[in-house]
């Protein structure tokens, strides 16, 4: 074998080598990969400018997630072999009103975002709680938000209002 073959295969195997010890190192130890400070510290200021838009959303995102969650446990009911008849009725009775629940919060965001309210709103067992953000507190408005949200629940829950 001449030296230039030998060479070359040398450094292939090297090469390799250090291939496959790169990708299976675990990814927080790679530097390639990391965030640099500069980085951190810019999310850190978009975070600190968001508007409150994004924390009606947010706030609404995080109220959603409950629900699903809820949803999942409930369907976790459903489909356990331990469960019995009663049991696994109810649980589907749950999905329903939790579904229901998601469908009306959404209707209220609708129709109050007509008008330009910019809300989150949690129904939780008889209460509805409407978070609006973008709003000085004021007794007319929130009058009128009330007055917007029982024709869309007709009525059913008691409502809470609050400013941010």
């Known amino acids: 074998?001449?030296?230039?073959?030998?060479?070359?295969?040398?450094?292939?195997?090297?090469?390799?080598?250090?291939?496959?010890?790169?990708?299976?190192?675990?990814?927080?130890?790679?530097t390639v990969m990391k965030e640099t400070d500069v980085t951190k510290e810019s999310a850190k200021?978009?975070?600190?400018?968001?508007?409150?838009?994004?924390?009606?959303?947010?706030?609404?995102?995080?109220?959603?997630?409950?629900?699903?969650?809820?949803?999942?446990?409930?369907?976790?009911h459903v489909a356990d072999k331990k469960k019995n008849e009663?049991?696994?009725?109810?649980?589907?009775?749950?999905?329903?009103?939790?579904?229901?629940?998601?469908?009306?919060q959404q209707k209220i965001i609708d129709e109050l975002a007509k008008d330009h309210i910019k809300c989150a709103v949690e129904i939780k067992e008889t209460t509805c709680i409407i978070t609006v953000f973008e709003q000085k507190d004021d007794a007319k408005l929130a009058n009128k938000i009330m007055q917007k949200a029982n024709k869309i629940t007709n009525q059913k829950y008691f409502l809470e209002v609050a400013f941010k």
């Open 1 to 30: 074998m001449n030296k230039q073959a030998l060479a070359f295969l040398t450094m292939f195997s090297l090469i390799l080598m250090l291939s496959v010890y790169y990708v299976t190192l675990p990814s927080d130890t790679t």
């Open 45 to 76: 200021v978009k975070e600190k400018n968001t508007s409150k838009v994004n924390e009606a959303d947010q706030l609404q995102e995080k109220i959603n997630e409950k629900k699903d969650e809820e949803m999942n446990k409930q369907s976790s």
């Open 86 to 104: 009663d049991e696994k009725k109810d649980a589907l009775e749950q999905i329903d009103a939790l579904s229901e629940e998601k469908k009306l």
